[in-house]
């Protein structure tokens, strides 16, 4: 090791390379050299002094620089100093594994940005603030914690005993699916219908792998957890009663720092069999890992939109072959990167495709489809009348029924008839949008609120009117409209909303969904936020008011969001097959649209997911989008849109001989589509190439080019610039 034949030749101190959080801009992206009494290997944990601080750091293997330690340096800025000392005693604290460090440094390199910054926004935050003397109490509370736990059985002889924990007699495709995960190496996509049971499949295999090894750890990644407390409590159920209480833990940003790093030292003294989290789960540290699950792995949550922009589905395929184990992406509507990656091996795929195309339940089916022509509607009908005669069965039967918008608030603008004002954000290029709820005018964006003026501010005209509409005024609308309507005990009927202003108490999302559980709700309202991962027992109707907008986005993915989002909408209805029998009921999806015959509603219509994806590939490729070229977005940010647009076109120029740049087309800077943000321009500027590898080579290499056109004093203005690599939204 460099460190110990170093201290050979330095009998005072050996030298360490320790990375340590840098400024993302600072220009000092790898590792410092600091110097210690004893070699500690890579992955130590350590505290280091940094300008006047002291802060964490993590022993890194890039050798340290070799020059020997001469007395003049001392004084310098440079010189190495010594580091504090190891943030826990040795032995105490397992260091993080070469292969933690390996998907760091390649999470690093691959999204251009700092080792330290990834390094240590990977570990919790409270790790940072944790000197010697903390972390070693902090430990030895866990130590008792474990003992005790371990008091409750969980040995072999518990295992046989244990009555299966619940895990249900699988279907036959769910049994197939299951074979071919444990015979092949994968990475396996795993494409069933909402409802297939692949949660069940889930589950089964992390069982299999923590039977068969006392040590293992599996790594089960959700989009969104908070949205769905149900899954993690079948998760729960399934696992703690077999491996105790320590067994399961989450990772998700929900959690306080304290339970955050309590989470982490579980997972990473392998205390923790699973892990069950968010994106950011996919650097927990876990020596044992073994199997990789990503569910609903077409959703862009997993696409982290801030700092270092990873994406954690693909990080977590990077992660399995890198460790050498098994993963499973699952999705009823997969992303177009994975289905392509999941064509026949030979041509050219490299993930192992599997398909449960049956809901389970005997006679369970797929919601029936019905498209309602608003053109032939009644003008200016919300709820065209079929669908309110539709709810209205549903509801006098006993059933739910679930009407999803996704826009919140009450009216994304307000409008004046007679001088043509709407309410505009003044610091963006946004409306704010009406909440009637407190009668303000709110910009989803910089935050900005008012109250709702009392008439035009320019013209002075009483009446202004609300433009379109968001969940709230579909809320009210649906309340007038079922004001008579009566449940089949003769009560009136229950209506909830769930969106993110409904929700911003911790709890009240949790009390909403337990309500729609316990059949006490009839009609649901509300955004993407319920169309996500519920398993509703007792919805057997689903209603999209509006899908038309995203049909003519200018985002070449917006087709591809719109179909996952109705296809998994439509999956919350008529999940409970034996429900349906006994109401003698069937599931349905209601869309309005104006263009009932566009080929994504035909697509559909016959739940048809593969004919949409080979349709759109087919578009893509003939169009030289992704997943047939690989793309990168960097975004500047300015006082002045002349300024973000001058520095991205000077440093793409600037950019002409270096490597890879003639394999990678860089278009001209434009203006974001949001173009100003709480009074900040924002451009951008895409970059194309078909060469994965020529692409990265340039953003490397175009790193230092930026931050030297950056220095320019003809762009003082610019505040930040970050590169995008995939970008999810162009
Ligand atoms: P998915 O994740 O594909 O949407 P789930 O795993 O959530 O599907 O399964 C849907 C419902 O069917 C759940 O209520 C689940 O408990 C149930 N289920 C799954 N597999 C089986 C099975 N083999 N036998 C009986 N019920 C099952
Ligand atoms: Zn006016
Ligand atoms: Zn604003």
Redesign the pocket.
């Known amino acids: 090791m460099t460190a110990v034949e170093m201290g050979d030749n330095l009998p005072m101190s050996c030298r360490l390379s320790v990375l340590v959080q840098t400024p993302a801009h600072s220009g000092l992206s790898g590792p410092l050299t600091y110097l210690s009494d004893e070699a500690l290997p890579p992955g130590t944990l350590v505290r280091v002094p940094l300008g006047t601080r002291e802060t964490l750091g993590v022993v890194w293997d890039t050798p340290p620089s070799l020059e020997p330690e001469r007395p003049s340096d001392t004084a310098s800025l440079y010189a190495a100093r010594h580091i504090t000392g190891p943030l826990s005693e040795a032995g105490q604290l397992p260091v993080l594994s070469a292969a933690w460090r390996q998907l760091v440094g390649f999470a690093a390199r691959y999204y251009q940005r700092g080792l330290g910054e990834v390094a240590l926004a990977a570990l919790p935050p409270q790790l940072r603030a944790l000197d010697g003397a903390q972390m070693a109490r902090r430990l030895a509370k866990r130590s008792i914690a474990i003992s005790k736990s371990t008091e409750t059985p969980s040995d072999a002889s518990v295992l046989e005993s244990a009555p299966t924990s619940g895990a ?4 036959a495709e ?1 049994q197939q699916v299951l074979q071919t995960i444990e015979e092949s190496p994968g990475p396996f996509l795993l494409f ?10 889930y589950l089964q295999a992390v069982q299999r792998i923590l039977e068969l090894d006392p040590l293992a750890q599996v790594l089960v990644m959700v989009p969104e957890i908070n949205l769905t407390p149900q899954l993690e409590q079948r998760f729960r159920q399934r696992f703690e009663p077999t491996w105790g209480e320590q067994s399961v833990v989450s990772l998700h940003s929900g959690m306080t720092p304290a339970q955050r790093l309590k989470a982490w030292l579980a997972a990473h003294t392998g205390a923790a069999r699973m892990v069950l989290g968010t994106r950011m789960a996919i650097f927990a540290s876990m020596p044992h890992l073994q199997l990789i699950v990503v ?1 609903e792995e077409h959703d862009p949550s997993y696409k982290q939109q801030e700092g270092a922009r990873y994406s954690a589905r693909d990080l977590a395929v990077y992660r399995a072959q890198n460790e050498g184990i098994k993963v499973i992406l ?1 999705s ?1 509507t997969p992303s177009l990167e994975s289905w392509h990656h999941s064509r026949p091996a030979n041509e050219g795929g490299r993930y192992q495709r599997l398909h ?1 195309p049956s ?3 005997t006679g369970a089916q797929l919601p029936t489809v019905r498209r309602v022509d608003m053109g032939r509607q009644p003008k200016g009908a919300v709820i065209s009348p079929p669908l309110l005669q539709a709810i209205q069965e549903r509801i006098a039967r006993g059933e739910q029924v679930m009407v999803f918008l996704n826009r919140r608030g009450y009216a994304p603008v307000l409008f004046c008839a007679d001088c043509g004002w709407k309410s505009e954000c003044p610091h963006c290029s946004a409306f704010r949008v009406f909440h009637k709820i407190d009668r303000s005018l709110r910009c989803h964006h910089c935050g900005f609120s008012q109250p709702v003026p009392k008439a035009c501010p320019d013209c002075g005209n009483l009446d202004i009117a609300s433009l379109g509409r968001g969940t709230e005024k579909i809320e009210e609308h649906l309340q007038a409209l079922l004001q008579t309507q009566r449940k089949p005990n003769g009560q009136p009927i229950q209506m909830v909303r769930i969106d993110a202003d409904t929700t911003k108490i911790k709890g009240s999302l949790e009390a909403q969904l337990a309500q729609v559980h316990d059949a006490e709700v009839d009609v649901l309202v509300g955004t993407q936020m319920i169309a996500k ?1 519920h ?1 509703f ?1 007792r919805v057997t109707l689903v209603a999209v008011v509006n899908a038309d907008s995203a049909l003519f986005s200018s985002d070449f993915r917006a087709p591809e969001r719109l179909f996952a989002l109705l296809m998994q909408a439509g ?1 919350r209805a008529g ?2 097959a034996a429900f349906l029998a006994k109401q003698g009921s069937q599931a349905e999806l209601w869309v309005q649209t104006d263009h009932p015959t566009h080929p994504l509603f035909e697509a559909l219509k016959t739940h048809d997911y593969p004919a949409f994806a080979e349709a759109q590939l087919k578009e893509r490729q003939e169009a030289g989008m992704p997943p047939f070229t690989f793309q990168a977005l960097v975004r500047a940010e300015a006082r002045t849109q002349a300024v973000a647009q001058s520095f991205l076109n000077a440093a793409s120029a600037a950019g002409a001989e270096l490597a890879g740049a003639e394999q990678v087309f860089r278009f001209s800077a434009v203006p974001m589509s949001l173009q100003r943000v709480a009074n900040v321009e924002r451009a951008q500027m895409l970059l194309e190439s078909t060469s994965r590898s020529a692409l990265q080579a340039f953003l490397t290499a175009w790193q230092a080019t930026l931050h030297s056109t950056r220095a320019l004093p003809e762009h003082k203005g610019l505040i930040r610039w970050a590169v995008d690599v995939d970008p999810q939204a162009i």
């Open positions: 249900l007699l699988l279907s769910q069933g219908a909402t409802g297939s049971g692949k949660t069940e499949v569910d699952g009823a449960m809901r389970v339940g991962g398993d027992r999956g999940r409970d």
